[in-house]
């Protein structure tokens, strides 16, 4: 079974940094696009970045500049190098992956069971 696991989540004042981490095992085939949502309370969930299997990156506005996708394809893995953390970012955040597994013959959305970010002030 295909599973997406993230880390690196945590308790961080406003202007540090933190580093999320997602990997992706079981019976996978091929991955095309990956990416990072997040959701603050009451709130829909709402795209952070995307990246695709060649790099290519995308950032909501209101990260643009202070966080960083990237990804390792031989290790299945995605980044979000998140710096210059307000407020504002706390929100549980979960990794996104379009993947075709062994015993599909469609690609299929996974995501990640979610990490709590919460910036202070």
């Known amino acids: 079974q295909v599973q997406l696991v993230e880390s690196g989540g945590g308790l961080v004042q406003a202007g540090g940094s933190l580093r999320l981490s997602c990997v992706a095992s079981?019976?996978?085939?091929?991955?095309?696009?990956m990416g990072w949502y997040r959701q603050a309370p009451e709130k829909q969930r709402e795209s952070v970045a995307a990246i695709t299997f060649g790099g290519s990156t995308t950032y909501a506005d209101s990260v643009k500049g202070r966080f960083t996708i990237s990804r390792d394809n031989a290790k299945n893995t995605v980044y979000l190098q998140m710096d210059s953390l307000k407020f504002e970012d706390t929100a549980v955040y979960y990794c996104?992956?379009?993947?075709?597994?062994?015993?599909?013959?469609?690609?299929?959305?996974?995501w990640g069971q979610g990490t709590q970010v919460t910036v202070s002030s």
């Open positions: 996104n992956a379009d993947i075709l597994s062994l015993r599909s013959s469609r690609y299929t959305d996974y």
């Open positions: 079981g019976s996978i085939f091929a991955i095309k696009d």
